[in-house]
């Protein structure tokens, strides 16, 4: 199910708050659309759509661009109307890089520009995502009986909840036998324990949270055609029983608020790891993706989609710093090696006590990333 939502900004907004020097001529008018996904398979978006006088963007895809190179994150898809003469389209990263699509050539831009590019891909995330209210207030609009809205942030798929009982974080029912029904219909119609990014929207409130989809425990409405209750988390919210932040929720919050880039720059080795076993134990292939080297996912996805589940015994690490020379410039590497005791837990409900040692690489001026993941 798509779901989009459309900003319209007015030529004379444009020009009154947009840095000098971008606009030409009043006399062609062209549009820009900005379009932002939580992933590539997300069938939920956001778009910004920027009626004006844009020159310069008419002139990018004729630039002389830098080689081809990967992209870091994807912030958003930027397209360029040029009316008859077509669409050119755009991605911007999370480094603010743009990239002329479909061969991914990065395209330089003036200072000018890469700002008019970062302030609407921002106003367009701002307006995608939710925002990550911690519990303490959450809980204040969110009281007992209260009915809330969600949103899963990869169909777009909305139901309602009645917020039922829970104090650390919001234990919750389907408020109709079809609520019920779209929440199933979100997990492939199989209830289950995976973590997904949603949007609880409360009286006016968009509010970035995480939930699983396993009914468990007592439930009190009639006739909604669930069997108890589920839990729905928010910013700083723990679990019930030990009072702990659960990684995985917290990962999908960040999700739902469009934090992924920041939380995955700043993340060291170690944490990373920890960030990369919340998706596994998810599922999120994309946003596991996005923590490992390109050249070597191919192998390991075949073989991990077959562990359901994953649960961490201890770590130890091993981290060295080595130096090359190349072309008269060094280059500090810094490679990590990390190995995990683990329980994996396979599709066909076998638990399997193992080892899996991470190899990570990262450079001065880039983030930590996987670069390889062997079994034993």
């Not at 723990?238 to 960040?254: C, S, V, W, Y």
């Amino acid at each position: 199910m798509k779901k989009k939502f459309t900003v319209v900004v007015l030529f004379m907004f444009m020009i009154l708050h947009h840095p000098q020097g971008i606009y030409a001529s009043k006399n062609n008018a062209t549009k820009i659309t900005i379009t932002v996904r939580s992933s590539d398979s997300s069938t939920f978006f956001s778009t910004l759509n920027i009626d004006g006088d844009f020159s310069f963007f008419g002139q990018l895809d004729k630039r002389q661009s830098f080689s081809q190179m990967i992209p870091d994150i994807p912030l958003a898809e930027i397209t360029f109307s040029k009316g008859k003469k077509g669409n050119v389209k755009y991605l911007s990263d999370s480094s603010h890089q743009l990239f002329l699509l479909p061969d991914y050539q990065r395209i330089p831009l003036s200072d000018q520009e890469k700002s008019f590019i970062v302030k609407y891909v921002q106003m367009t995330r701002e307006a995608h995502f939710g925002k990550d209210y911690p519990w303490k207030q959450v809980k204040k609009w969110f009281f007992r009986y209260k009915v809330a809205q969600i949103i899963d942030i990869e169909t777009g798929k909305k139901f309602r909840v009645q917020r039922r009982a829970g104090n650390r974080h919001a234990d919750v029912q389907p408020l109709t036998l079809r609520d019920t029904k779209v929440m199933k219909e979100i997990y492939d119609g199989k209830w289950s324990w995976k973590r997904r990014a949603i949007l609880v929207q409360i009286d006016g409130y968009t509010i970035a949270a995480s939930m699983h989809g396993m009914p468990h425990g007592a439930g009190a409405i009639r006739d909604n055609g669930f069997p108890g209750h589920f839990c729905i988390h928010f910013a700083g919210s723990k679990t019930h029983r030990r009072g702990n932040l659960d990684p995985g929720h917290q990962l999908m919050i960040a999700k739902a608020s469009g934090q992924i880039p920041k939380i995955l720059q700043d993340a060291d080795g170690t944490r990373l790891i920890h960030l990369f076993m919340a998706a596994w134990n998810a599922q999120d292939w994309e946003l596991m993706k996005l923590m490992m080297i390109k050249e070597n996912q191919d192998d390991f996805f075949s073989w991990a989609k077959g562990v359901k589940g994953i649960n961490i015994k201890g770590i130890n690490e091993r981290a060295d710093i080595e130096k090359e020379k190349n072309d008269e410039n060094l280059i500090e590497h810094l490679v990590m090696e990390v190995s995990e005791p683990v329980s994996l837990y396979t599709n066909d409900q076998r638990e399997v006590r193992t080892t899996l040692t991470f190899l990570l690489a990262r450079n001065i001026t880039d983030r930590w990333r996987i670069v390889s993941v062997t079994n034993g």
